[in-house]
């Protein structure tokens, strides 16, 4: 507040001494106008009678209006007649905010088109934040369950969230009865989980005076990955980077730390020196003006907020003392729900297409990922604007999961090699499929050369839990589904091997029940559409594994028969494979689909549908007891003349 005082002061002295008096008699008048405390009557009469005037009129004004003082100057000069003097009043902060604004209220998304842009809080959906680690077999449970039930299972979160506004707030008892506000706090969550989505929310409600208004006089936002570290930096040039136009003012900013937050955005891609602990690059880590930031050599009473993946919050833990530890967990499904509404922007049509992705039990589990949101919403918001069904333009599971994988590489992995990348994780995902592993230890990733701090963290999350006397890390993909595509797309690339083989026998025994979705993948593999998103990387040949898959068939459809589940699990790998020829020879040895007392969702209704559409005649459908809705049963009853038997 010292350099609004200054400025005010500076301002006033060019006030007459009957001047003075009119300004500020006239103040009472124009606090309404901006919500701002009363300054008492005899309060202002003293100022008028001291030696100082104009320097004590500035300290009332700036100690019960706080950063509205400068608007109430503004008007009050106006109401007497010193419209001359505005121009001397320069509002660096609020020039700051501007740019701020100017340029984070709207956004490109990830297909936006040249000049393209979305209004970023119409797109904003809040994301959950916890404020404590997870412990080990809650997160387990949570990985491998799916659909409703992994719905289910995220709501525990909200018991232990903290809402952005309380980060730098005392939120325990303890901490209120110490008065202790954190200074350094720790938002964590793997890639494409909205991180850096909600540091822009943070920047834009700063600058918009929703959030931090009191708190923070100045919020700077650093993005790691442009920063250097070298002993020639400066705080000056840091801050610069966040506006040119701090320059005029940039000592005084500096004059007043505690008024000040610092955002690290994605720390995990901080340059640090690379190489051995040499003397060269001890003294550019020891001179670097971000890490004496980040050690508080420097600045010590300004606030941190730094966000990393969890990969990385080791070294930050060795660097920095954090006061508060906070994890992005996603979407809920009530925030799922507000996701797709705000996207469509037509409720009755987001609403129909959420309650489609809630019969679909991958798709739903991942959609606690923001990045997949936005992938289902634009699939099934393109159909739309063509005047076609939503549930035409659904796409399979394994081009939603694909477009998402694809999205993380373009977006947030660095590798120049990512095909020998793509190799190594899914020989990790193989292996745990095969081990039946949902988490993995670093000697699990040493034995497949995966470099946990590296780009490979992508595609996983690091959990930290303690044991008895240990505190221990463990590392998992952000669901099994990820992990089963992982797996299906090693199987794919090694379908010449016994090893394919070994999977499709291994998946004909029911006790291996999870690898069906493994097999479901790669059939959707093969599949052209899902050729053309990877097409990046030849990683298999969809000729050699159709033939594979093709002499499984009749296989599969004598073990799964009876088995409703698994017979359902069957027609989703036609589904996936879209290729109506193969289906069709499929559909000759199936003549009979027997699914009573197994609930289907209106996804479960599209994959039957299409397989039997590819059928000349169905000797038998069974789906009595399958919970079906009015609609659903509309969308089974064209293809029922192809069934002579219906129950």
Known sequence: MESLRSHTTDVLMELKEDE????????????????????????????????DTAGELAH???????????????????????????????????????????????IREYNSLPGERVDFNARYTKLTLIKKHQ???????????????????????????????????????????????????????PAGIGKSFTVHKIMLDWACGKLFHERFQYVFHLRCRELKINKNDSLDDL????????????????????????????????????????????????????????????????????????????AIDEMVKIDRYSEIVGFLEDEIREYFIKSFQDQDKALSAFNIIKGNNVVLSMCFVPLVCWIVCSIMKKGTECGDDLMKNMKTDSQVLLHFINKLLEHHCST????????????????GIKEEKLVFTDKDLSRFSINSSGSESTFFSKLFYKTDIDAKTVYHFLHLSVQELFAAMYFASHSSSGEIAELLNDCLDTNNGNLIHVVRFVFGLTNVKSKEIFEEFQM?????????????????VECYRVKSPFLLQLLYCLY??????????????????????????SIDCAVI???????????????YNCHLTEDEVKMLWGILPKCQSVR
């Not at 040949?541 to 159709?546: G, I, Q, T």
């Not at 549908?609 to 789906?623: A, H, L, T």
């Open 20 to 51: 003075l008096k009119r300004f500020w008699k006239k103040l009472d008048s124009v606090e309404p106008k901006h919500h701002c405390k009363h300054i008492p009557l005899g309060k202002l009469e003293q100022a008028d009678n001291s030696v």
């Open 60 to 106: 009332l004004m700036t100690g019960y209006y706080g950063e509205k003082a400068i608007d109430v100057l503004l008007d009050t000069l106006d109401e007497i007649g010193r419209k001359d003097l505005k121009n001397k009043v320069k509002d660096y902060n609020s020039q700051y905010r501007d740019e701020i604004k100017h340029k984070l209220e709207k």
């Open 135 to 189: 412990q080990r077999d809650d997160k387990e449970k949570e990985l491998k369950e799916k659909g409703k039930k992994h719905t289910i299972l995220m709501e525990k979160h909200r018991n232990m969230s903290i809402d952005v506004e309380n980060l730098f707030s005392p939120v325990d008892e303890k901490e209120e009865e110490r008065k202790k506000e954190p200074k350094t706090v720790v938002i964590q969550g």
């Open 239 to 314: 801050i610069l980077t966040c506006s040119d136009s701090l320059k005029p003012v940039l000592q005084e900013i500096l004059c007043e730390p505690e008024n000040l937050l610092f955002i690290f955005d994605g720390f995990d891609e901080l340059k640090l020196p690379s190489g051995k602990a040499d003397d060269r690059n001890q003294e550019e880590m020891a001179s670097s003006t971000v890490i004496k930031l980040l050690n508080r050599n420097i600045m010590s009473r300004a606030s941190l907020l730094i966000t990393t993946r969890p990969t990385a919050l080791q």
């Open 416 to 431: 120049s090699e990512k095909t020998a990348f793509i190799e190594k994780v899914s020989r990790l995902a193989f292996a």
């Open 540 to 556: 298999w040949s969809s000729a050699e594994l159709k033939t594979c898959l093709q002499s499984w068939i009749p296989k599969a």
């Open 576 to 601: 996936e494979m879209q290729e109506p020829q193969l289906a069709a020879h499929a559909m000759t040895i199936l003549s009979q689909i027997t699914l009573r007392g197994c609930p289907l969702s």
């Open 609 to 623: 549908k299409y397989c039997i559409e590819q059928s000349s005649v169905v000797k038998e459908i069974d789906v």
